[in-house]
């Protein structure tokens, strides 16, 4: 089993930065994929920011020149720098991990979420 927990939410004024972590723990033999999605009320859960093995890291187009993903694989963590926040990303964020696991299945896993509020 792989469990993800998330950390760094909050509020903070427009204009402002956060950071969020996901930390991913279990029985993990590799991360095909790991990142990012938010979902605001009312509104379908969407990408925010992704890495896979290919390539650079995808973005939302919202988010692009705002927030930066980063990730330290030796601690099988993602982080999301949010600056430049506006009251549009206002959104439970939450922790995205496509894994292979130890007994050789694949899974998607998701985090419970973190509370992001942009006041204006």
């Known amino acids: 089993q792989v469990q993800l927990v998330e950390s760094g939410g909050g509020l903070v004024q427009a204009g402002g930065s956060l950071r969020l972590s996901c930390a991913a723990s279990?029985?993990?033999?590799?991360?095909?994929?790991m990142g990012w999605y938010r979902q605001a009320p009312g509104k379908q859960r969407e990408l925010v920011a992704r890495?896979?093995?290919?390539?650079?890291?995808k973005y939302a187009d919202s988010v692009k020149g705002r927030f930066t993903i980063s990730r330290d694989d030796a601690k099988n963590t993602v982080y999301l720098q949010m600056n430049s926040l506006k009251p549009e990303d206002t959104a439970v964020y939450y922790c995205?991990?496509?894994?292979?696991?130890?007994?050789?299945?694949?899974?998607?896993?998701w985090g419970q979420g973190t509370q992001v509020t942009v006041s204006s």
């Open positions: 279990g029985s993990i033999f590799s991360i095909n994929a």
């Open positions: 995205n991990a496509d894994v292979w696991v130890l007994a050789g299945t694949q899974g998607d896993y």
């Open positions: 890495f896979t093995n290919y390539g650079s890291p």
